[in-house]
């Protein structure tokens, strides 16, 4: 009887133990799924706005996806690249045109950025002019041998200094486009955006053919001693002013490494370019190296870039 009990004991306390095991394990989940909320939202405070989402009677322009292997600029490179034509677009009419590097990523609707979304609801709208967007992604070198990989090729074409990227735009893709499509031939009404790497070298486009794109849009751009891009500054405040227009987007959280300082350089640059005389607009976020801030505000950035181009 007294082993009995000693073992009903035991068993009474074990079960005990395992109900607190439980409680412990239930509060632990409530208090993460309750903390899990903030930190998001402490982590993303930029939210898309209207322009950003699909708006019911905004007729949709239509995409399409191609591939360009017939590079000599940057010979033996294959890439994606997605051409936008929005609805209002009328062949009897030159169209504005820009250029996004990375394009994957912005072409996408749910992306950073969304861009397909935003150009139709700003041209539907007349807050900005009819524009077919170039989504470009880097070049890729593909692999010579069986288990090799494939070389990218986007350090090179991005960070690089020089007209290169231009001549690749002026000499091989718009060409390309314009072969299907009416664009201008007019400086102001081209644009070219990127991030990172692909917004330093949107500046370097403008930079070295100024009288092909006048409008530069830049994400966190690396204006930093990868290749050289860390010079800009000082080029900007030696060189007589060139009829560009910049929109740059950065957050106080981005890189600070070997390179450089991404907030730092983008804050050398706003100071260059408005000692210069430039039109420049710096929009500083709290966010690290993304596209989400730019992204929010890219309908604010466009209304901004294409203020002297008439929407029909």
Not at 90 to 103: R, W
Not at 137 to 158: C, K, L
Not at 163 to 187: S, T
Not at 192 to 204: E, L, R
Request: aromatic share 10%; with cysteine.
């Amino acid at each position: 009887m007294l082993e009995w009990r000693i073992r009903l004991g035991f068993a009474v306390i074990q079960t005990r133990i395992h109900f607190v095991s439980i409680s412990a394990v239930r509060v632990v989940i409530t208090l993460f799924c309750c903390l899990l909320p903030l930190s998001i939202v402490a982590q993303s405070p930029y939210k898309y706005g209207s322009d950003s989402q699909r708006q019911e009677g905004v007729p949709r322009g239509v995409v399409t996806k191609h591939v360009w292997d017939q590079s000599k600029v940057y010979p033996g490179t294959v890439r994606d690249y997605w051409i936008y034509v929005p609805a209002q677009y009328d062949k009897s009419k030159p169209a504005c045109l820009m250029i996004f590097n990375d394009g994957g990523g912005y072409v996408r609707e749910n992306g950073h950025s969304r861009v397909p979304i935003v150009f139709d609801n700003l041209i539907h709208k007349k807050e900005m002019p009819v524009t077919i967007g170039l989504f470009i992604n880097p070049g890729v070198i593909p692999a010579s041998a069986a288990g090799a990989q494939a070389r990218r090729n986007r350090s090179f074409e991005y960070d690089s200094l020089g007209d290169q990227y231009a001549r690749f735009l002026i000499e091989e893709m718009l060409p390309a486009v314009g072969k299907q499509y009416n664009l201008m031939n007019d400086a102001e009404g081209r644009a070219v955006c990127g991030i990172s790497s692909g917004g330093i070298c949107a500046f370097t486009t403008a930079w070295e053919r100024p009288d092909v794109f006048s409008k530069v849009l830049s994400y966190v751009g690396s204006f930093t001693n990868i290749r050289g891009g860390h010079v800009y500054p000082a080029l900007i405040r030696k060189t007589e002013r060139k009829p560009i227009r910049v929109f740059l987007q950065e957050g106080e959280g981005d890189l600070d490494n070997l390179f450089g300082n991404w907030p730092l350089s983008n804050l050398q640059m706003e100071a260059a370019l408005k000692y210069s005389k430039y039109d420049v607009k710096l929009v500083m976020g709290v966010e690290g190296h993304s596209g989400r801030h730019g992204g929010t505000i890219l309908p604010d950035a466009l209304r901004w870039l294409w203020k002297d181009v008439a929407a029909e």
